[in-house]
């Protein structure tokens, strides 16, 4: 499975002459020493996008406060903005940044032919099979130059799970201007709990993508400087 | 894993995620320019991630926030559609008790003389004569059941029911073409509108709640009521409109609060 996976513009082992048996999952090995993993685009559009949710989910949390429909708040000091006008304030200027940044890195990617290439294929059979083999430990990810299935799933999961966020609140701020939106969330009242638990998806999708940068620390080394 | 006591995630995930990779970066990047650069901009997205405390403060951050939100105002009102009508509700689904909201308590609900009372007309309009309760009431009135929608994010749906406040415009000949239309309240209240909403078919000059003249806690003797426009838009006992082309602000715009302010 490995090899039908890696990228066509990289060198495969077999073209450097290289063992077989050191061609799974050690980097290096894979292409020159020096060849870009993640091109600058991306890099740039991952940590502004890191930018603009941390933006974002800290100021939402303080106007979920003003507000809250569940028994909890979430703490003065985690939020953003001082107060309801000042997360408003943050909040909306956020989502620019995240718009425009998201529209940018999803233009790029399906030009460039990026998605195609590392998103899919994407069958049930090889979500499943990265499944069973991350629950028994096995699942290498120690190739960033390589999306295993459970990583395509995850991170698809993630740009749908942000255009929701996006709609969602397309329809509470243009609730009037925007119906259909608004219907298809279930009114205004709807879309206020469709975004609030697209964020808390989001959130344990950043939770599991941390957790597993600190368990592979060195795919944070290939998002900051590509290699 | 310590994060769990302040929320179900927090930053401090992200803390971990900074550290390990200075240590990292200590590690692997040679040059000391290079990692010099490289821990400045990893410190500074953990700033980020720390969130509101030192950034907020600052003058030129608050200056700049403020300058996003009058370019989100042109662009909501380039969004604006002004014959685009809010949903209508049967009475059925009207929320009892509609909810009181003020800058202020419901015990200092101001009550106001409504016999003494005038309403001032003034700025870009050909009549600026005062305008008494009865004037009003024998104007024609409409009435809607409609979604109220509060900046902080709950909702209800009440009735209200009074004149249309663009037959209001024309009657006083005001400069249609004008900016804004500003509200100065007896509660101290002050809040302005754009020209297109002001002249939106559900934009009423309310006189009743629930088909009962209008209560103090509601805004009596009147109120305007726009169901495009968030709670805090809608002045409550207006006691003078003006028609403007210079930016009047609000009592919440002016802190921060959008100035549009629309769904």
Not at chain 1, 166 to 180: C, D, M, R, T
Not at chain 1, 208 to 215: E, I, K, N, R, T
Not at chain 2, 237 to 256: C, K, L, M, S
């Amino acid at each position: 499975m490995s090899h039908s996976n890696i990228p066509a513009s990289g060198l495969t082992a077999e073209a450097i002459n290289l063992p077989h048996s050191m061609t799974t999952s050690t980097i290096p090995m894979n292409a020159p020493i020096g060849a870009t993993i993640h091109p600058a685009w991306m890099r740039t559009s991952h940590w502004l996008n890191a930018l603009a949710v941390v933006l974002m989910v800290t100021s939402g949390w303080r106007i979920y406060n003003a507000a809250p429909f569940f028994e909890f708040r979430f703490p003065g000091e985690i939020t953003l903005g001082g107060w309801l006008g000042g997360a408003l304030q943050w909040h909306f200027a956020g989502m620019w940044l995240l718009v425009l940044n998201g529209l940018i890195y999803l233009a790029l990617n399906v030009s460039s032919g990026r998605l195609a290439r590392k998103f899919f294929p994407l069958t049930f059979a090889v979500v499943w099979h990265d499944l069973r083999d991350a629950l028994h430990g096995r699942l290498s990810h120690a190739n960033p130059r390589h999306y295993n299935g459970l990583q395509r799933l995850a991170y698809l999961f993630a740009i749908a799970d942000l255009a929701l966020l996006v709609l969602s609140g397309l329809a509470l701020w243009k609730s009037v201007q925007i119906p259909f939106l608004r219907e298809a969330l279930g009114g205004y009242e709807g879309a206020r709990r469709v975004h609030f638990f697209a964020m808390a998806a989001l959130m344990a999708f950043v939770a599991g993508h941390l957790v597993m940068v600190a368990l592979v620390p060195r795919t944070l080394l290939v998002m900051i400087r590509g290699r | 894993m310590k994060i769990t006591k302040h929320s179900p995630v927090g930053h401090v995930d992200g803390g971990a995620a900074v550290k390990e990779a200075l240590k990292l970066l200590s590690r692997r990047v040679e040059q000391p320019s290079r990692r010099a650069f490289l821990e400045r901009s990893l410190t500074l997205g953990g700033l980020a991630m720390l969130g509101g405390c030192s950034i907020t403060d600052d003058a030129s951050v608050e200056a700049a926030l403020m300058k996003v939100s009058r370019f989100n105002d042109r662009v909501q009102g380039w969004l604006f559609d002004p014959t685009r009508l809010a949903a209508t509700n049967p009475e059925s689904m009207i929320t009892r008790p509609f909810p009181f909201n003020a800058y202020y308590g419901e015990s200092e609900v101001r009550e106001v003389d409504g016999d003494a009372w005038r309403l001032e007309v003034t700025g870009l309009v050909a009549d600026k004569r005062n305008w008494t309760l009865a004037d009003l009431r024998s104007m024609p009135q409409h009435d809607q059941v409609t979604r109220h929608i509060c900046v902080e994010g709950w909702s209800a749906i009440g009735k209200w029911g009074g004149v249309p406040f663009s037959h209001f415009l024309q009657r006083v000949g005001a400069d249609l073409g004008a900016k804004y239309v500003g509200f100065k309240c007896a509660d101290d209240y002050y809040t302005s509108i754009d020209m297109a909403t002001a002249l939106h078919p559900q934009t009423v000059l309310a006189l009743t709640y629930d088909g009962q003249m209008l209560p103090p806690k509601y805004g009596y003797p009147v109120k305007l009521r726009m169901p495009t426009k968030l709670g805090y838009k809608n002045p409550k006992h207006i006691r003078a409109i003006f028609v403007t082309n210079t930016y009047p602000g609000g009592y919440w715009e002016d802190q921060g609060y959008n100035w549009f302010g629309g769904s």
